[in-house]
């Protein structure tokens, strides 16, 4: 059965920082691309971030390029997304999910990030 379980979400400053995580089971977490997405109330689900399953290639949405970072440890079956820069447009729910493009399985409960003052 997949799993896919996000946590380090939370309430940060703008300009702030905050590392997520995903841990997936249930599949061969080594052989796929893993993506990040993000939903914020009362908007479509949005593809922020994939890595290749090696990691080798990386593509970003250009809302957070060059402040966001995705990466991966497939020892640890772990995809993680680097978020600095943080800005108040940012808050949303954010979710993994194995594809680079599309998304293949079940979403998981996702975390929760507002960026506030």
């Known amino acids: 059965q997949v799993q896919l379980v996000e946590s380090g979400g939370g309430l940060v400053q703008p300009g702030g920082s905050l590392r997520l995580s995903c841990a997936a089971s249930?599949?061969?977490?080594?052989?796929?691309?893993m993506s990040w997405y993000r939903q914020a109330p009362g908007k479509e689900r949005e593809l922020l971030a994939a890595?290749?399953?090696?990691?080798?290639?990386?593509n970003y949405a250009a809302s957070v390029k060059g402040r966001f970072t995705i990466s991966r440890d497939n020892a640890k079956n772990t995809v993680y997304l680097q978020m600095n820069s943080l800005k108040p447009e940012d808050t949303a729910v954010y979710y993994c999910?194995?594809?680079?493009?599309?998304?293949?399985?079940?979403w998981g409960q996702g975390t929760q990030v507002t960026v506030s003052s």
């Open positions: 999910n194995a594809g680079y493009v599309l998304p293949i399985h079940r």
């Open positions: 890595i290749a399953s090696t990691g080798g290639n990386t």
């Open positions: 249930g599949f061969t977490f080594s052989t796929y691309a």
